[in-house]
């Protein structure tokens, strides 16, 4: 039976699911063709630029992921948020003009499977291929993490099966991507993000209050959890795990859903404002979010899982008798801030899953072409299909949220991280070293996180996180294969050159 404090939540989040839904259906008819669908026409401003590309980078991760860790093994874990910091800032620097330039003068790619084969000039499309079947891959346990995590929400929530809670969670994100497609999700993305900072921000902080500021924190937590070198059993951390941790920060270059933001930026004269904003949302809501870990250890103790810290923090501000501030509406809210993090970034998965799905599987191998509206339909059905293999994945409720995204995240920055830098900054490159990059990253990773070896896989045996060694080895693969084979065509040096320099467009 619902309580009162139940209802007021259960209102709140009728509200934000109406107001998706809305949006949805308003870009519906905006969506007539696929450019349109996968990448809004490229006239993303600035402010939807910035807060799509992060609000669909960190999902449920950021608020019960993180956390999690923070709260089970201490500050310790913040490595991964200094990583992650840090590769946000690089990716907009180094990244974001540039491939927004390039995939322009590359016949107008609008996927980074497309890029790739344009950029190559691969006739063969074994890049194109190759790139989709491992965004198919990743993608599907990526998205599988969000369905987790809104699972695990609806169900704590309102006390509800955890498989009746999953499909909610689904159901509420595929009907909006569905229908509107990119621009859809980026707007919903905009006030996601917003949601999720003011949210991430605000419950530790009356949290904190509660408990006397940090003096009374300070008495409340072991010293060992508040030493970032510790691994909150009172070990020293290694230097294998903070390597790991920050290696976390080299995944951004590879994620295709991010990426695709810096593509349908309206100009490169935007991308500077975009960069501040998503640096400062970044820095932001990771210090916000480790302190969630600290300050529920304290606020609230001995949870069976760490991942619901946040949702439990809530419930004690706003939720029953004894909250400290009794709007339990404005509750319903802030709960709604994790709804939005999960659906920030499962709804741009489904979506660049689809693209690749169509446009670099289907119309790779279809023998005729078909028309747009064909296509268009068929974009949808493949967000549907994907939507439902995520589901299978996430029906169990077997793997944490943070497991989920790991693997995923090392699987992309693996395969595409260090291709993408190198298409970019190095001439010489050329399609057999971008095919071996890819295939080298992308087997790297699922060697070393799914092959046991003498009863247990390489990541555990050696501890050290799979992006490492994907990243380095795609990358060193991409190098000697490049160079041991035949140069790229003057035709394709000669567009490297001049993706070099700013389109006339973006000066005016």
């Known amino acids: 039976m ?24 308003f870009f519906f008819k905006r969506s007539s063709t696929l450019g349109d669908f996968f990448l809004g026409g490229r006239n993303l401003n600035s402010w939807v630029a910035a807060m799509s590309a992060q609000a669909s ?10 956390p999690g860790a923070v709260y089970a093994f201490g500050t310790g874990q913040l490595w ?33 499977p497309e890029y790739l084969e344009n950029r190559f000039r691969d006739s063969s499309r074994i890049l194109r291929i190759a790139a989709a079947i ?32 999953l499909l909610i969670t689904v159901a509420i994100i595929l009907v909006y991507t569905f229908f509107g497609g990119f621009m859809a999700v980026c707007w919903t993305d905009l006030i996601q993000g917003l949601l999720i900072l003011v949210g991430i921000i605000a419950v530790p902080i009356i949290a904190l209050t509660a408990l006397g500021g940090f003096s009374g924190l300070s008495a409340a937590v072991q010293p ?53 904003i998503a640096i400062v949302w970044v820095l932001f809501t990771l210090a916000a979010a480790i302190l969630v870990g600290i300050v529920g250890l304290a606020f609230s103790p001995n949870l069976a899982n760490p991942e619901t810290v946040f949702i439990q923090m809530i419930q004690q501000i706003f939720l029953g008798e004894n909250a400290i501030v009794a709007l339990p509406l404005l509750g319903g809210f802030v709960l709604c801030a994790i709804l939005a993090a999960i659906m920030s970034t499962a709804d741009s998965q489904l979506l660049v899953t689809a693209s690749a799905i169509t446009g670099d599987i289907y119309k790779s191998v279809a023998k005729k072409e078909k028309s747009g509206s064909f296509y268009l339909r068929f974009s949808r059905l493949a967000v549907l299909a994907v939507a439902v293999i995520a589901f299978i994945i996430a029906f ?24 993408i830098l190198l298409s970019l900054y190095w001439r010489r490159i050329n399609r057999a070293g971008a095919a071996a990059a890819i295939i ?13 070896f003498g009863g247990a896989t390489l990541s555990t045996s050696t501890e050290l996180y799979s992006l490492v060694p994907g990243f380095i080895l795609s990358m060193l693969f991409g190098v000697v294969i490049s160079l041991l084979t035949k140069p790229p065509s003057e035709e394709i040096t000669k567009e490297f050159d001049a993706a070099q320099v700013p389109l006339v467009e973006d000066e005016a």
């Open 2 to 25: 619902l309580t009162s404090g139940t209802v007021w939540v259960l209102i709140s989040f009728v509200i934000y699911a109406a107001i998706m839904l809305t949006i949805g259906f």
């Open 396 to 419: 169990g409720q077997n793997s944490s949220v943070m497991a989920l995204v790991s693997n995923a995240w090392a699987g992309f920055g693996s395969a595409f991280g260090a291709l």
């Open 80 to 112: 991964i948020a200094v990583g992650l910091a840090i590769g946000t800032a690089l990716n907009w620097l180094l990244v974001a003009k540039r491939l927004r330039r390039y995939t322009i003068i590359s016949n107008n790619s609008i996927t980074i």
């Open 134 to 165: 491992f965004i198919t891959i990743f993608f599907a346990v990526y998205a599988a993490s969000g369905f987790t995590a809104g699972g695990t929400l609806f169900s704590q929530i309102f006390g509800i099966d955890y498989k009746i809670a």
């Open 440 to 452: 080298a990253g992308g087997l790297t990773v699922i060697i070393w996180e799914y092959i046991p």
């Open 224 to 276: 060992e959890y508040l030493d970032a070198l510790n691994d909150g059993s009172g070990n020293t951390i290694t230097a294998i795990s903070i390597v790991s941790q920050l290696a976390w920060g080299l995944g951004y270059f590879g994620m295709p859903h991010i990426l695709v933001r810096f593509m349908a930026i309206k100009s490169e004269s935007k991308v500077k404002r975009s960069a501040l």
């Open 57 to 66: 980078d960190m999902s449920g991760w950021l608020l019960m992921g993180l």
